[in-house]
């Protein structure tokens, strides 16, 4: 057991990051609670997770606008990496673009099969929205075929297929990822259409500045109370 005090956050973080510490700080804003961000953190220790939990949730006010999640892990202070995501469960614009996919899927259907469209169940992922570089995890598409072609639906060819994909992609980034400000570089996104409409965006946050980690906020460790945390 050893009390050992530090003058800043910066001190400390580096003390964390030691590998016979931590070896590294992570640190997670999720709604756990409600709609707001919390810091979460690699370790257990209540007091020092209250006092971080201060430090960085000052991190949140020089984000351009809080994505729905943000991920920074440090493997000493002056080296780390932050990561967003952002879904857009609650975004009101998703009603809209939820609309226009099946308005997509639905023309395309009338016009090359004169099928009726009755459900479609989409799941994709991507680095971007190209169609080059697209994932397609499940494309299924129901419908009512016209009497003389009960068969209409097997033709839905990889033709068709694109031409609903293109158009759903173009709808997502221009009436959604486009007009969002929380992430700056796009990594990887994912969209599952079903009854529901999920959109989730993972990559770079928006960030204007960073907050000074030699700040003079003083700490108190007891090493002893110091446990690691790993999920």
């Known amino acids: 057991m050893a009390i050992i005090k530090f003058k ?79 879904n857009f469960d609650f975004d009101n614009r998703i009603i809209k673009v939820k609309e226009i996919i099946e308005d997509v899927v639905r023309s395309i259907l009338d016009d090359e099969l004169e099928v009726e469209y009755e ?24 419908g009512y075929p016209p009497e003389n072609n009960e068969d209409a639906l097997e033709q839905v060819d990889e033709r068709m297929r694109n031409l609903m994909l293109t158009s759903i992609l173009e709808t997502i980034y221009k009436d959604l990822v486009k007009e969002n400000h929380s992430i700056e570089c796009i990594e990887h996104f994912q969209m599952r259409y079903s009854d529901d409409l999920d959109i989730t965006v993972h990559g770079s946050p928006f960030i204007s500045d960073l907050y000074d980690l030699e700040d003079g906020e003083s700490f108190t460790l007891d090493t002893e109370l110091l446990q690691p945390y790993s999920e």
């Open 119 to 142: 459900y479609a169940d989409i799941d994709i992922e991507g680095p971007d929205f190209d169609l080059k570089n697209l994932k397609i995890n499940t494309f299924e598409i129901e």
């Open 8 to 86: 800043n956050t910066y001190d400390l973080i580096n003390y964390l990051c030691k590998k016979d510490v931590l070896g590294e700080l992570k640190v997670s804003f999720t709604p756990q609670w409600s709609s707001e961000l919390t810091p979460s953190f690699n370790f257990y220790y209540s007091d020092l997770d209250e006092h971080l939990s201060i430090i960085f949730s000052q991190w949140l006010q020089v984000a351009r606008s809080a994505p729905s999640e943000l991920h920074v892990i440090f493997t000493d202070a002056e080296d780390f990496s932050i990561k967003a995501a952002e």
